[in-house]
């Protein structure tokens, strides 16, 4: 896919020594820092899903609730995924940001309803200020209607 503008943020940043205007948020939209309250790690909400299947499910669905509603985000223990397998998602992403270009495009779509996409905005058709972020969403559950629409690179995917 030849095209003089760069589609993703991660290959942008090679030709570029400021922030492009189309990233810069006005002043109005921008967090107030004075308003945000300083905190640390230990501050933000850890849920134990240990118990989510069992006696404490309720307990635990209200955890999540309060957190989402309260702090916007959490962290999770026990959460049955194991830790080799975080490492290895985590190497093959990193895998697939840094393969070429051209490889990576195969992938990319400004359609947001798309299951498998890669991106670097949530709409990227109406959206007039873009994320800093480039992404790649991948549906997996339930596996089987989906893993045949993930990247075929790196092979390892």
Avoid at 70 to 85: A, I, L, R, S, Y
Wanted: hydrophobic share 35%.
């Amino acid at each position: 896919m030849a095209t003089a503008t760069k589609l993703l943020l991660t290959d942008l940043m090679s030709g570029v020594n400021h922030v492009p205007s189309n990233y810069v948020r006005p002043i109005s939209d921008r967090p107030n820092l004075r308003d945000v309250q300083i905190s640390d790690a230990s501050s933000i909400p850890l849920i134990d899903l240990k118990d989510l299947h069992g006696h404490n499910h309720s307990n635990i669905i209200k955890q999540i609730g309060l957190a989402c509603q309260t702090d916007g985000f959490f962290q999770v223990k026990n959460h049955g995924v194991p830790e080799e397998m975080i490492k290895d998602m985590s190497s093959i992403a990193r895998k697939f940001f840094k393969l070429p270009e051209s490889e990576r495009l195969k992938m990319y779509s400004d359609d947001p309803s798309k299951t498998t996409r890669l991106s670097t905005s949530f709409n990227v058709r109406t959206e007039k200020l873009s994320n800093w972020r480039d992404f790649l969403r991948l549906h997996c559950y339930p596996l089987e209607d989906y893993v045949q629409e993930w990247p075929n690179n790196p092979p390892s995917f």
